[in-house]
């Protein structure tokens, strides 16, 4: 795995999860400019399962297992998607939270995959 790409996604869902919380904070949903920093945060997530399925091909393999690192980074990958499709079925405050509460999950799900491949 590139650490600097989990770094990366870690640090970009954070600030998506403070941007979304603060929204929540001020009682507003999901606008625009969020589903915007949800898709460059997705974008960063794609790009961390494409690495992680060619290091794969290439025969590379983590410490703990191949079922449960590709199970991480397809959970990776969803977390945010979901989060902003379920923020525009409640378009009050808690859209914000729910898409906070998602990019959270994502930094999480991060820290994990480091620790499955083995860093």
Known sequence: MLDALTVAVAVTAL????????????????????FIGMA???VLALAQLVVGVVQLARGE???????IFIAYLIGAFAAVPAAGFLSLTERTRWGSVT????????AVLEVRLYDIWGN
């Open 61 to 67: 393999r983590p410490e703990q297992g191949m079922t």
């Open 99 to 106: 898409v906070a509460a998602g990019a959270v999950v994502l």
């Open 15 to 34: 600030a998506l999860a403070a941007w979304c919380g603060f929204a929540a904070y001020r009682d507003q949903p999901t606008k625009d400019w969020h």
């Open 40 to 42: 460059v945060v997705s």
